[in-house]
């Protein structure tokens, strides 16, 4: 799958944007109406998520999401074998 990028001395650079942990996204997103609740994390799990936040340029929303789309994933491959 082509997603495009540009060439930067011989490096293809891709952006990616998350939307609900997908990086691949073509519309919609986050709205106010979704479901919110207050998540409590220890201080380690915090700071973790803030630096995988900033390496990827993403919020702190985009990181956790990504992960719970993940483990969802692998939820549903695993009841499917």
């Given at each position: 799958m082509d997603h495009g990028g540009?060439?930067?001395?011989?490096?293809?650079?891709?952006?990616?944007?998350?939307?609900?942990?997908?990086?691949?996204?073509?519309g919609g997103g986050m709205a106010r109406a979704d479901a919110q609740f207050k998540l409590r994390l220890p201080g380690s799990h915090k700071a973790w998520v803030e630096i995988k936040a900033k390496e990827g340029f993403h919020s702190m929303q985009a990181v956790i999401l990504k992960l719970i789309d993940e483990a969802m994933r692998r939820d549903e491959q695993i009841k499917q074998a």
């Open positions: 540009v060439d930067i001395n011989g490096t293809t650079v891709v952006l990616f944007v998350w939307d609900h942990g997908d990086p691949l996204v073509s």
